[in-house]
């Protein structure tokens, strides 16, 4: 199969159909079970997803995933039982297979101790922009091989967690460098971690500075304005939006609270619960990524990260693939390939936004 | 008969303490760590005056070129017939940058200029109105969200633990719950005891204190370094009493409540009990220790470089008697005189090599 016809567009998940008038149907023919049909497979099969939590040490990110996912993925360490922050900024991948209603999932989370923990953190990203884009390639030649996988395993970072700490001002000259560099390459979803010492008034002034930090910056976390598809799409991304980043906390020990047992954490002043939405925006941050926008958060990967990704590395190696998918790659160059800028997704971003005053 | 035996020197305290209301206290108190840790509000609700009114945070393109900056604050507070003119320093831009290597050069640097100043002062003619500008105590906030002390912290506190007084003290305390409260202070004991780091040491109470005082005592100076948590609202929480606290959607912290943080015990022995006594250990041992170095660099010129033409005279080192003062006149004058001349050399020289240049370019142009 032709490479180039496997996906309908690049940047762009729209299917480019032709504007044709429905067709009245005489009676009925059965063609809604389609749906029960990709419900199967898709059953059958599995889904992936693999997501990535970035932030300092100490900002609840392991506890998050746990509280995400309902499952002890990270061992949680209080300090002084033996972990010392590393010197150096490593990458960890632990993979799970966690099942729901026959649903099965094959999650792998990616942690990044050592971030932003160092005296001097200049380029401190560069190890995760590495990954990110070693997973990209990993894909790519999977994908250019004459006789391919019937299922090509997919290790692309499909979302990135990024954890503001509660400093309650603004965003920092790190997250400000990190961000601009990470949302060109892949789907960042920034959240206010540790949340609990802010309260309500001071979480939405942080988090209206931090929207406009971003905006100033030209920062585009996801859901990408420039990336909605139609009306519906637009309306409600908008309403996330409005609430990104989430004031975030995370727990999993459980409390009794009025008779029920929820997950929370306990003070001596009273119980922070992790699903209670007047306490923090938890609940916000699972449906967006678990409930609502997995499916999305992947096809995003796959149809504008991945194929901006492919682009640069076919124009490097300066040959365009021919013929029937033989395809003669450069060797990959070391670190990341300079994407082009500013990147599709963000030009958009340029043309809607008013230009602020100059960063 | 009770007036035979009686001098009456008991009497004192009282003459110390009349006399000190009138002149007055003055303290100076550092306050560091990074930005966002709670460090404006504590001091605010310490002294419970707005210090911070006029502040402007800046933005974050701002923060993006910001280096360290140390700023000032005076402000004269009065309670009890008691006139307190407290100075607080501050530094903006701790800790914010990408790149933070060597940004605590300016703040030792800060205080070892108030030591100079001291040291100037203490060696001049006219002594009567000496304005102690030193840094008392320092201030330093912990990040409740590490696990430790970060290679940040460890590095300013190595800076400057022999120059100031250092109390570690954890911000924004009310993130925590309380066995991480533990965990972390444990963990920064053990830390600042790795490192060799001396903080301030709070003075054992006199043994013939009664046992609850000493109880309390022991308490206190476990509970180092402070969980502290500032705020300057009072909360008025229906049908309880109003209290100043931070009011959350599952509960208020109340800010003097001992058991939800430390700020009482902070207050108690920063303001109420301590103060003089932090005074005291900054002019007896860490000014003169300063003190000490720096006239033992001066006495050996050997030691540093013999060829540039140095502060002290060209007399070598066995002749520097002690105690110095008498000779320290004379010798800072001997030692502005050195500058002058040389500062007046240089200018001759710059002098001389612009008229060479404006010569050359005379005859170029006149060759052509």
């Known amino acids: 199969m032709d490479p180039l016809r496997r996906s309908p567009s690049p940047c762009s998940s729209r299917p480019s159909s032709p504007k044709t008038p429905p067709c009245e149907m005489l009676g009925y023919v059965g063609i809604e079970a389609v749906l029960d049909q990709l419900k199967i497979k898709a059953m059958k099969m599995g889904f992936e997803f693999n997501i990535m939590v970035v932030g300092q040490s100490g900002l609840g990110k392991s506890t998050m995933v746990n509280t995400l996912f309902k499952s002890k ?7 002084g039982l033996g972990m010392s922050t590393p010197q150096t900024l490593q990458l960890k991948s632990v993979t799970h297979v966690i099942e729901e209603k026959g649903v099965k999932l094959k999650l792998t989370v990616t942690d990044t101790p050592g971030f932003g923990d160092q005296i001097n953190n200049d380029k401190c990203w560069d190890p995760i922009l590495g990954y990110i884009n070693e997973q990209y390639e990993r894909y790519l030649q999977e994908e250019i091989l004459i006789t391919r996988q019937r299922h090509i395993p997919d290790t692309r970072v499909h979302c990135c967690v990024y954890f503001v700490p509660p400093t309650g001002h603004c965003l920092r000259p790190l997250d400000i460098e990190f961000l601009q560099r990470l949302c060109r390459t892949v789907n960042v979803v920034p959240v206010i971690a540790r949340a609990d010492s802010l309260t309500l008034e001071e979480r939405e002034a942080f988090r209206r500075r931090i929207q406009q930090n971003l905006r100033t910056h030209c920062i585009e976390v996801y859901p990408q304005k420039s990336l909605d598809e139609d009306i519906n799409d637009r309306i409600l991304n908008s309403k996330i939006r409005d609430r990104i980043p989430f004031a975030v906390v995370g727990a999993d020990q459980e409390h ?7 997950l929370g954490r306990k003070t001596k002043w009273g119980i922070v619960e992790v699903e209670n939405m007047a306490h923090c925006e938890f609940a916000l941050l699972r449906d967006l990524l678990i409930r609502s926008h997995l499916q999305d958060l992947k096809d995003i990967t796959h149809n ?25 790659l450069a060797p990959t160059p070391p670190g990341p390939p300079a994407t082009p800028r500013p990147s599709k997704a963000c030009r958009r971003a340029h043309d809607n936004s008013e230009n602020d005053e100059d960063y | 008969m009770q007036d035979k035996e009686y001098v009456g020197f008991a009497a004192l305290p009282n003459q110390l303490h009349r006399k000190s209301v009138k002149k007055g206290f003055d303290f100076t108190l550092m306050v560091a760590g990074e930005s966002g840790l709670g460090k404006s509000t504590l001091i605010n609700s310490l002294f419970l005056t707005n210090l911070y009114e006029d502040r402007q945070l800046p933005e974050a393109s701002a923060r993006l070129a910001q280096t360290l900056t140390i700023e000032r604050r005076g402000v004269e507070i009065e309670e009890g017939g008691i006139k307190v003119k407290l100075t607080l320093v501050d530094t903006p831009g ?7 290597s060597d940004c605590w050069l300016p703040v030792v640097r800060f205080i070892e200029e108030q030591f100079e100043q001291y040291l100037r002062d203490e060696s001049g003619l006219n002594r009567k109105n000496i304005q102690d500008s030193r840094v008392h105590c ?28 250092i109390i570690p003290v954890i911000g924004k305390a009310d993130a925590l719950m309380p066995k991480e409260t533990q965990a972390l202070k444990q963990r920064i004991r053990d830390q600042l005891k790795e490192e060799e780091i001396n903080i301030y040491q709070f003075p054992d109470c006199d043994s013939d204190e009664d046992e609850d005082f000493k109880r309390q005592d022991a308490e206190m100076k476990e509970s180092i370094p402070f969980a502290v948590v500032g705020s300057c609202e009072v909360v008025r929480d229906g049908g309880t009493r109003p209290v100043r606290g931070r009011r959350y959607s599952w509960g ?19 303001v109420q009990t301590h103060l003089q006594d932090l005074k005291e250990v900054t002019h007896d041992i860490l000014y003169e220790g300063y003190r000490a170095s720096c006239l033992q660099s001066l006495a050996r010129p050997g030691a540093r470089d013999r ?44 002098m001389q090599a612009q008229m060479q240049q404006s010569q050359t370019q005379g005859e170029q142009s006149d060759a052509l």
């Open chain 1, 73 to 79: 993925v990270w061992k949680r360490t209080l300090p």
């Open chain 1, 256 to 262: 009794l609270v009025n008779g029920k047992c929820v």
């Open chain 1, 304 to 328: 504008v990260h991945y194929e901006n990704y492919r682009v640069c590395r076919l124009n490097e190696s300066h040959v365009l693939p021919r013929g029937p998918g033989w395809v003669n």
């Open chain 2, 94 to 100: 701790f800790g914010d940058s990408v790149d933070c």
């Open chain 2, 138 to 165: 320092c201030l330093y906030f912990i990040s409740p969200f590490g696990r430790g002390l970060r290679p940040l912290d460890v590095a300013f506190l190595r800076a400057v633990h022999e120059k100031v007084n």
């Open chain 2, 252 to 270: 208020t912290v109340e800010v003097e409540n001992p058991h939800h943080c430390d700020f009482l015990n902070l207050r108690r022995m920063l």
């Open chain 2, 307 to 350: 060829a540039s033409r140095s502060k002290l005279s060209r007399q070598s080192a066995t002749e520097i008697p002690l105690p110095m003062l008498p000779l320290a006149e004379t010798e800072k004058l001997i030692r502005e005189k050195d500058e002058e001349l040389r500062r007046m050399q240089e200018m001759l020289e710059k």
